[in-house]
Nanobody, 125 residues
Framework: QVQLVESGGGSVQAGGSLRLSCAAS????????MGWFRQAPGKERQGVAG????????YYDDSVKGRFDISRDNNRNTLYLQLNRLAPEDTAMYYC??????????????????WGKGAQVTVSS
């Protein structure tokens, strides 16, 4: 049974930092493209960052480029998202996902068959 479990969410003030982790089990982790998505109340789920199977290629939404950093440890079957210089508009539920993308389509939700349950990030001004 595939499980993706996010941790590390919380409440911070604007300008602060958080580090999200996503522990994967039940799947060959290094065979999957991994992504982080977020969904704010009343908004659609959007791609935040993606990383290829080996970890050498990363992709970011323009809204987080230069502030967020995605990485993975294939030995620990764990995906990470470092969130820096957080702003109130970053407030959302953050989800990790395992998918079949090869990069160009990393934002396509339909290419991710496996999802975690999410971790809440709340940023106050």
């Amino acid at each position: 049974q595939v499980q993706l479990v996010e941790s590390g969410g919380g409440s911070v003030q604007a300008g602060g930092s958080l580090r999200l982790s996503c522990a994967a089990s039940g799947l060959p982790f290094d065979s999957y493209f991994m992504g982080w998505f977020r969904q704010a109340p009343g908004k659609e789920r959007q791609g935040v960052a993606g990383i290829n199977r080996g970890g050498a290629l990363t992709y970011y939404d323009d809204s987080v480029k230069g502030r967020f950093d995605i990485s993975r440890d294939n030995n620990r079957n764990t995906l990470y998202l470092q969130l820096n210089r957080l702003a109130p508009e970053d407030t959302a539920m953050y989800y990790c996902a395992a998918g079949t993308s090869y990069g160009a389509s990393w934002r396509k939700i339909s290419e991710y068959p496996y999802w975690g349950k999410g971790a809440q990030v709340t940023v106050s001004s």
